[in-house]
C-alpha cells in the first residue's frame, strides 16, 4: 500500500485511457509537469527505536511492551463477561488461551490478514479510495502497462515460448494484470502463450478479479475434464490457486509479486538483558491484547541467526529490534526453484529495504494508522520486505539462477518507459484525464510532495518513486533483465 505518503490521497481516482481512442479535449499545458527527475535511490530512514509502540508518529500508545516475568506460560483466567470481542478477537484469545501461552506476532499477524473466516483480506474489498489503502496498480494504468512491458521482454530473452505460466502473487482487485492484458494485447504471439494463474486467498477478491479480468467461464458439460475460464481482454485462460505451489510446473513461468511479500508475517525480536527476545502477543489481565516478550528462545529465532549471518556484524550490533519474515524466505525458495527447473523469472516490488528491517509493521485503517493491536481484523497489517534476505534465500537455492536489484521502482518503471507512455496518453484526453495520469505519473516515480500541486494541501499528490523498490529473480539461461541491466 502506499502507506504513510499515500494517506493524503484517499480520493485518487483512476482513468482508463488508451492511446488508440481519442477524447473529447486535450490540455498539452499539462505536459509541463510531467517530466520530473524520478531517480533518486534514496532510502527510507529506518527505525532503530525498541519502544517503537510509544512512537507517536504510529500512534501506538496502548501496545507499550510489558515484559511478563510471571505467567508467560500460566495465563490469568479470562473474564466470562458478556465481551463485545468480534470474532476474530475470540479467536485469537482461543488460540493463547488453548495454547496455554502468547501468539507470535507473525501468527497474530497471519491470523488478522487471512483468517479464513475472518481474516482482513477474506471479508471484503479493502483497496481504493472507499477502502482502507491505495496501491500502485489503482493509481494508474501505467503501473500493469509497464510490469507487461517488463514481461514481455523477459519472454523475448526467454527465446518466446509457445506456452508460459504468467503468475501473479496476491493480485488484489486484479487491476494490474488487467492493465498488463490490455496493454499487451497487440502483442498477439505474447498473449496467445500466456496461462494466467492468479494466487490469491479470498474468495472476495478472486471474484472481483474474475470481474476485472472480464472473465467468461466455458462450461464443460463432458464431465471429467475440467471447465475453463477465459479473460477477454486478451483471450488468455485464467485459473485461481491458493499458493503457489498449487500453479501446475512445467512450463516456463513469469512470476509478478506486487505489494506481497509486505503482507507475510513477520517475527519481531528486541534486545534485552538475557539476549534476543521474541515480542509475543498475550492476553491481558484486564482482557485487552497487550504484547509481551518472550522468556526464552522462541523457534523463530534460528530464523533470526539466519538472517543475522547475512549481515555485516556493525550493521546487527547497532540494532536494538529486528523483525524476519521465514514467510518470505521459504516463498523466495519456492520461487528460485520453479524458475531453476521451468525458466524465467520473477519480479517482486514492495517497499522495504536494502538492509535488515529493523521495526516496520503497521497498521492501517481507512487510509490512517491505528494501533497493532486495535480492532484486529478492521485494519491492514503490513512491514517492510528485507530485500538482501530474498536475494540470499534465493541464492542458496539454486545456482542456475541470478538476482537483479533492488534498484527504485522510479528507475524500473523510467526506464521501461513510463515517460513515454505518459506523453502519448496525454495526446488524447480530457482535462480531469490529464489530471489523473499527472498525478498518477508522480505518486508512481515522483519523490515527496508534487511542486506542481495547485488544489487542497491535504490532496497534494506524494511521490512514491524510491520509497519502493523492485527486484528480479530469474534463470541464468535468460541473462540480465530489463532494466537491472
Ligand atoms: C497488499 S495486497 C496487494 C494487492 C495487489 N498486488 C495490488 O498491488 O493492488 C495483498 C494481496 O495478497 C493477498 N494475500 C495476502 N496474503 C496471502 C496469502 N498468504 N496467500 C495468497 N494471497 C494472499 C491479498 O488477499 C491481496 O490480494
Known sequence: MLRRLLLKQASASRHLLSTKTPQSTSHPLLHKHLLFSSSSQSQTPQSTSVEHVDDADNNQASSTISIDR?????PPAHSHEPTTDSELVKHLKD???FRGGPISVAEYMEEVLTNPKFGFYITRDVFGAGGDFITSPEVSQMFGEMVGIWAMCLWEQMGQPEKVNLV???PGRGTLMA???RGASKFKSFTESLHINMVECSPVLQKLQHQNLH???????????????ISTLAGTPVSWHASLEEVPSGLPTIIIA????????????????????????????DSSLRFVLSPQPTPATLYLMKRCKWAAKEEVEKLNHIEICPKAMDLTHIIAKRISSDGGGALIIDYGLNGIVSDSLQAIRKH???NILDAPGSSDLSAYVDFPSIRHSAQEVSEDISVHGPITQSQFLGSLGINFRVEALLQNCTYEQAESLRTGYWRLVGEGEAPFWEGPDEETPIGMGTRYSAMAIVNKKQGIPVPFQ
Not at 215 to 229: L, P
Not at 260 to 282: I, N, T
Open 70 to 74: 510471571s505467567c508467560l506460560y500460566n
Open 168 to 170: 501473479e502473487l496476491g
Open 368 to 370: 490512517k494508522f491505528v
Open 258 to 285: 506486487h505489494e506481497f511479500y509486505d503482507a507475510l508475517p513477520v517475527h519481531q525480536f528486541q534486545r534485552a538483558s538475557r539476549g534476543w527476545c521474541e515480542k509475543m502477543v498475550d492476553v491481558a489481565e
Open 179 to 181: 492493465d498488463l492484458l
Open 95 to 97: 488460540v493463547i488461551k
Open 215 to 229: 472473465c467468461t467461464d466455458e462450461v464443460n458439460t463432458g464431465g471429467s475434464v475440467k471447465n475453463k475460464t
